[in-house]
């Protein structure tokens, strides 16, 4: 893995005008763990990030100019949920993941919330997810669902 200066990317606010693109780029990176599970619908996949898309919880990455992915943080009064969050396949191993989780946790010791997420069973984010400290909750059906906190909490 190649690990990036903080000050090589950039995370900046999506507009409504990024919804599509957006789409695009979830799409394309959840179709290995998808087809795995055999659940492969990719007017399925659009649909289901664009009718809960929400500007104001969506951040792009950009990496020299170009769009390396996206995050989208949701805040709840007892925790931040991170609904989405996709690296381009070209992005990866490159350390744009850790950046951007070690931002996540700083926001989240800030607010003293923890962050929850869910991740697919056959997808490789598990494996990151752990490795970044998040702990397995539970299993629901193909979903895994995962929490980080400070202890201090």
């Known amino acids: 893995m190649v690990n990036l200066p903080l000050t090589d990317l950039n995370i900046y606010p999506a507009s ?11 799409v394309e990176s959840m179709r290995p763990s998808l087809e795995a599970l055999n659940r492969f619908d990719p007017v ?3 649909d289901r990030f664009l009718s ?3 500007e104001n919880d969506t951040f792009i990455l950009s990496l ?3 769009v390396a ?3 989208v943080l949701r805040t709840y009064p007892e925790y931040l949920y991170l609904d989405h969050f996709y690296i381009k396949k070209q992005f990866q191993e490159k350390g744009i993941g850790s950046i951007v ?3 996540l946790k700083v926001q989240a010791s800030t607010l003293k919330k923890p962050i929850r997420l869910i991740a697919l069973k056959e997808s490789p984010a598990n494996a990151f997810y752990l490795s970044q400290g998040f702990i397995f909750e539970r299993a629901e059906g193909v979903d895994r669902h995962y929490f ?3 202890e201090e909490y």
């Open 16 to 26: 409504s005008d990024d919804a599509q693109m957006l789409a695009d780029i979830r």
């Open 44 to 46: 399925r996949a659009r």
């Open 52 to 54: 809960t898309f929400e």
């Open 64 to 66: 020299d100019g170009e």
């Open 69 to 71: 992915g996206f995050y």
């Open 101 to 103: 989780m070690k931002g």
């Open 148 to 150: 980080w906190a400070l």
